[in-house]
């Protein structure tokens, strides 16, 4: 069965940067397009960013652009989340996402994991 588990939440405060990380186990993703929502206190749950397997394409939702950084290590079958000038209205739970082709929300996802938990003080 496949496994996203997603680790790097913790807390932090307003203008830090954290990196979040999702470990695909049991297989490879190649040809899938991978990727990042988050879900804040009483909020949907909501696009961050995605990648393609390879590398070569990348996404972000416009409150996220130019903060954060998708990239993909092949090899260690992990998918990263670079976040920098991190904002309280960040806060969220933040889930790793793949799927076998485009998306934008969370209804084209195929496979979730069960999320990490990013808090930002002010």
């Known amino acids: 069965q496949v496994q996203l588990v997603e680790s790097g939440g913790g807390l932090v405060q307003a203008g830090d940067s954290l990196r979040l990380s999702c470990a695909a186990s049991e297989r490879t993703f190649r040809n899938y397009v991978l990727g990042w929502f988050r879900q804040g206190p009483g909020k949907e749950r909501e696009f961050v960013a995605r990648i393609t397997w390879s590398g070569g394409t990348t996404y972000y939702a416009d409150s996220v652009k130019g903060r954060f950084t998708i990239s993909v290590d092949n090899p260690k079958n992990t998918v990263y989340l670079q976040m920098n000038s991190l904002k309280p209205e960040d806060t969220a739970v933040y889930y790793c996402?793949?799927?076998?082709?485009?998306?934008?929300?969370?209804?084209?996802?195929?496979?979730w994991g069960k999320g990490t938990l990013v808090t930002v003080s002010s």
């Open positions: 996402g793949a799927a076998g082709r485009v998306f934008s929300d969370p209804g084209g996802v195929q496979y």
